[in-house]
């Protein structure tokens, strides 16, 4: 049997052009069901991603919204729950982090095949792939949000994706965030930058159907800058339009959810505080953030983790973003042309704060579950990823506190 091997980097900006271009065709697939749950069942736990540090518990939902890619969202949305999901190692507790099988098969693919092995990818063994598809996020699907009375309404945090990722490969940041008493909304972009995504359209007898899309990988090239300037662009609407469905969420409206007419809106009117929201984002998702804040004056700052400069206009935006901004960088991923962009946008005399931290012994997957998933960091001398992801998320806790007006966290950020 031949090895497989598994994209390292979930959320590369330049590194990602040096791998083939990803020839991925449009599926039209046309199954319907009375109420639609994007998970997948399992019957074994091979791996289980830690839970939050914080005191609440934590659910979850999918949400898709319109009919068109260019009308509609497409999110899961994690937030405090009464549930507790955490059950003995070796049970089913929570759901799988592949939600359907088609992502895998992205993600998990043979060597055999025309793409090129540098490293955007790990070799893993078929005990590490079965850990990857057997691993779990605890989390209650479909859980009641936490009740009023221990806590009334939630700051937002959007989270938006990196190249070739998706919504789910960074679930262990969104645990410990909720955990601490944020809602989490983590967009799954349909620009043709998620790895696989897709978008549910009406057909002539009412019916969904399931339509692909495809993801673009491009070679270097002077049209880049275009197509990710464009991409970019698109992104950060599609942050907006998550938090234009937030709001009327908390104002107790209909959404509108296409894949599970079960779940219980009702229970989120009043409980999300919209106006004190921050969008994140990795790798493009980071520039993403940047280029939101610069569309959207909702959002009142911005988190970047390990951000890809190269699509946004710098020049024509930097002077004109007035929300704080946070970088996180790590240590093993940067490049120079990358930082100068950076400083760009550090360096403008700007209304409100702009501040970069570099955590060290890290690199581009560890805002991602990966190095909780497989062991190979071992091997590289790397902080563990418990650490750094302890490190990381206070400093977004402390820095989101600071900026939206909310004084439960104390931890300070100099």
């Known amino acids: 049997m031949s090895s497989l091997i598994v994209q390292r980097f979930t959320g590369l900006g330049w590194r990602s052009v040096r791998a083939a271009l990803v020839d991925r065709y449009i599926f039209n697939l046309s199954k319907q069901t009375e109420s639609r749950i994007d998970v997948r069942t399992m019957t074994t736990v091979a791996t289980r991603l830690p839970d939050g540090r914080g005191p609440y518990a934590v659910g979850c939902v999918d949400v898709m ?29 929570g759901i799988p982090w592949f939600p359907r099988d088609e992502y895998s098969d992205f993600y998990l693919i043979s060597e055999k095949t025309q793409y090129t092995t540098d490293d955007y990818y790990v070799r893993v063994t078929k005990e590490d792939k079965n850990k990857l598809e057997s691993c779990v996020v605890p989390v209650t699907y479909n859980g009641p949000v936490l009740p009023k009375q221990d806590k009334s309404a939630f700051p937002v945090v959007i989270f938006s994706h990196g190249l070739g990722s998706a919504r789910f490969q960074y679930s262990t940041l969104y645990l410990d965030l909720v955990s601490h008493g944020f809602i989490v909304a983590a967009v799954e972009h349909r620009d043709n930058s998620a790895g696989a995504t897709y978008v549910l359209v009406e057909k002539e007898d009412g019916s969904l159907a399931e339509e692909w899309v495809q993801f ?48 219980n809106e009702d229970q989120f009117k009043g409980r999300i505080d919209t106006a004190r929201t921050a969008v994140m984002g990795h790798s493009f998702g980071g520039g993403t953030a940047i280029q939101t804040i610069f569309q959207d004056l909702r959002f009142r700052c911005a988190i970047g983790l390990d951000a890809w400069i190269f699509p946004i206009d710098v020049k024509a935006i930097t002077k004109h973003i007035q929300q704080p901004l946070l970088l996180i960088n790590d240590e093993r991923f940067q490049w120079s042309g990358n930082i100068v962009r950076m400083n760009r946008l550090l360096q403008t005399d700007a209304p409100s704060p702009r501040k970069l931290i570099t955590i060290m012994g890290t690199d581009h997957d560890n805002q991602t579950d990966l190095p909780f998933i497989l062991d190979y960091w071992k091997k590289e001398h790397r902080l563990d990823p418990t650490v750094a992801m302890a490190i990381q998320n206070d400093a977004i806790i402390a820095f989101i506190s600071s900026h939206t007006g909310n004084n439960t966290y104390h931890i300070s950020l100099r």
């Open 216 to 263: 673009i990988l491009s070679k270097p090239s002077k049209d880049e800058f275009t197509l990710r300037n464009r991409q970019v662009k698109q992104r950060a609407t599609e942050c907006s339009k998550v938090l234009d469905v937030l709001e009327s969420l908390n104002n107790g409206n209909n959404i509108g959810n296409i894949f599970n007419s079960k779940f």
């Open 65 to 93: 919204t319109g009919k068109q890619i260019g009308d509609g969202t497409f999110c899961r949305l994690f937030y405090p729950s009464s549930v507790k999901s955490s059950e003995p190692f070796n049970s089913i507790s």
